[in-house]
């Protein structure tokens, strides 16, 4: 099975600052990635699937790049409502497999 | 406004069975591939299994599969995941979450609130 790597495991930056998230699988996987945020007692919500697209909604900070195994999210200006963590998923077959996510604070 | 609202968690000895739903509502859940994900307390999450529409297609983790079993019916707009021989490592919220066909592949796209299942003597 493919397996999700994501670095680092967490993070603290200053409100505006650009933060960096990594993805990485152990396969190739094209662009079959989806990043998912997760707040603090919340539920998952998708940002970005197909690697890059920005779902509907969702502020425009948030980027994703990447393919094949390496994938990053980064998010332009960081704000305190971004705290999270943060999670990507493959979905290019079975098993679906989430990296072990990052927890983004603020400093 | 879509919905998805999962039932049937609680509390359940080791080796007990526990069958999940989820309500969907706010679209047409009959054009919708459906998958159970799963998150420990204080963990990440964990993909547990995805059925596709018509039932044909069914995938399961590794850590649950031949005790776990995924089945919807499109005629009640439900998902269900029937868990037997429960483990106290199966202890989790697990979440309802569907699934969007883009470009060939389905990526979840919407989540339920969850349900707690607690494995414990």
């Known amino acids: 099975d493919i397996q999700m790597t994501q670095s680092p495991s967490s993070l603290s930056a200053s409100v505006g600052d650009r933060v960096t998230i990594t993805c990485r699988a152990s396969?190739?996987?094209?662009?079959?990635l989806g990043w998912y945020q997760q707040k603090p007692g919340k539920v998952p919500k998708l940002l970005i699937y197909a690697a890059s697209t920005l779902q509907s909604g969702v502020p425009s900070r948030f980027s994703g790049s990447g393919s094949g195994t390496d994938f990053t999210l980064t998010i332009s200006s960081l704000q305190p409502e971004d705290v999270a963590t943060y999670y990507c998923q493959k979905y290019n077959s079975d098993p679906f497999t989430f990296g072990p996510g990052t927890k983004v604070d603020i400093k | 406004e879509v919905q998805l609202v999962e039932s049937g968690g609680g509390l359940v000895q080791p080796g007990g069975s526990l069958r999940l739903s989820c309500a969907a509502s706010g679209f047409t859940f009959i054009t919708y591939a459906m998958n159970w994900v799963r998150q420990a307390p204080g963990q990440g999450l964990e993909w547990v299994s995805h059925?596709?529409?018509?039932?044909?297609?069914?995938y399961y983790a590794d850590s649950v599969r031949g005790r776990f079993t995924i089945s919807r019916d499109n005629a009640k707009n439900s998902l269900y995941l029937q868990m037997n021989n429960l483990r106290v490592e199966d202890t989790a919220v697990y979440y309802c979450a569907r699934a969007l066909y883009r470009s060939g592949r389905h990526y979840i796209d919407q989540w339920g609130q969850g349900t707690l299942v607690t494995v414990s003597s």
């Open positions: 396969q190739d996987i094209s662009n079959y």
């Open positions: 059925i596709n529409i018509g039932s044909s297609k069914l």
